[in-house]
């Protein structure tokens, strides 16, 4: 279900407050990506994930990303599947290991889109 914005049919005492700005609606495939990436960051192992993987300069391998966390590797494999559907991540192959590396174009528009969401407040002097 999704939240959007209704007007107040109310009338607000006089000296009461300012009108809220609205924010500009986002559109629908916009709102299911950031959707998608906040839901793929939303669990603490796959941010953790997340997190070491775009810590690295070069794409990392599996073997690594699951020896540091104390979950089985089907699980690991699960989250790094939600991290790639969410294109936070991209995968290679190298023979039969796979390397993870962050998808700049995916945390370009996760960032992007929260820029929509909350966009810069300009500083008053």
Known sequence: MRYHA????????????TSPLIPVPLSGSAEDKLIGGLKALADPTRLAIFRLIAAQDEPICVCDIVA?????????????KVLREAELISVSRRGVWAYYAADQRGVAALRSLF???APAMSTAA
Do not use: D, W, Y
Request: charged letters at 15%; a positive charge.
């Open 6 to 17: 209704v007007m107040a049919t109310k009338t607000r005492p006089v000296n009461c407050c």
């Open 68 to 80: 540091r966390f104390e979950v089985s590797q089907p699980t690991i494999s699960h989250h790094l």
């Open 115 to 117: 820029g929509q969401v």
